[in-house]
């Protein structure tokens, strides 16, 4: 692991290229310092992650993941990340918004319990994870319609995420997916289903991941923002292999 002073000045430089300056504080950049250590390690053992590169993971894994704080999140709001994987973008949540409760959701109970041990060694009071099918989850009461914002990244195409998010999300809440360079298409195709499950397109917004690697380009990013404005069926989610088969 490079020094800590090192590492520090590298987020920084990412964070102010890409707007995130205001979450640059000796707390923030101290747990971002630990879960990097934390997670290039225990990757060693198990996969985590496929990005192992510093510059790359402060790049592609926490600036990324706080890009979707743009769509605005309300003081206290209480979040779910569908399929959380390694943590991406429960912990930079967690950690830059500190008035936020994080749940993060995943089927994979080895990363769920390597989040719950991280968070615990990071001092994060405010991530818990869970490992469950998210169209199983759905269905239980304390969690259908509970959660002010829905969120996942690198999971599904927008039809099939927007079933598998939006019964959590409560009426007045927000489902909002992070996309890269497909995200007009699977908006197009996603649209009726939406409407079908309770939501409504309130924005979307055409932003990028800027990178400071030589030779990498920037990334075309949309954060596409799903207000609740309906209660979902109770006959959604389906089962994932219908889902699969035959988006709404
Ligand atoms: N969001 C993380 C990230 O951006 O690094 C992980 C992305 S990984 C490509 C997709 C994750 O979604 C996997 O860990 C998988 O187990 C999880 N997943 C896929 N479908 C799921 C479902 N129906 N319910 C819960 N987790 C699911």
């Not at 590492?7 to 995130?20: D, I, P």
């Not at 060693?44 to 992650?49: A, F, Q, V």
């Not at 890009?67 to 605005?72: C, D, E, F, K």
């Not at 019964?167 to 996603?190: D, H, R």
């Amino acid at each position: 692991m490079i020094e800590k002073s090192k590492f520090f000045a590298k987020v920084c430089s990412v964070f102010e290229k890409n707007g995130l300056d205001r979450y640059i504080s000796d707390e923030i950049l101290d747990k971002f310092y630990l879960l990097t250590e934390i997670m290039l390690e225990t990757n060693e053992k198990m996969n985590i992650t496929a990005i192992t590169d510093i510059d790359a993971v402060i790049e592609r894994h926490y600036a990324d993941s706080l890009l979707m704080l743009s769509a605005g999140i309300e003081e206290g709001a209480k979040i779910l990340d569908v399929g959380c994987g390694g943590g991406f973008p429960s912990f930079p949540i967690a950690i830059a918004r500190p008035d936020v409760t994080v749940t993060g959701l995943d089927s994979t109970a080895k990363k769920i319990a390597y989040v719950n041990e991280t968070a615990k060694k990071l001092g994060l009071k405010n991530l818990r994870a869970i490992s469950a099918r998210a169209e199983e989850l759905a269905f239980e009461s304390e969690m259908r319609e509970k959660f002010d914002v829905v969120t996942a990244r690198a999971v599904a195409s927008l039809p099939i995420l927007s079933e598998l998010c939006l019964p959590f999300v409560k009426v007045g809440g927000k489902f909002v997916a992070p996309k890269s360079k497909t995200a007009e298409e699977e908006l197009q195709s996603a649209r009726r289903g939406i409407e079908k499950l309770g939501g409504r397109i309130e924005k979307v917004e055409k932003t990028a991941l800027r990178s400071l690697i030589e030779g990498e380009e920037d990334a075309e990013r949309t954060i596409i923002s799903v207000k609740k404005v309906a209660h979902t069926e109770g006959k959604y989610p389906r089962a994932y292999a219908q889902i699969k088969k035959k988006p709404l």
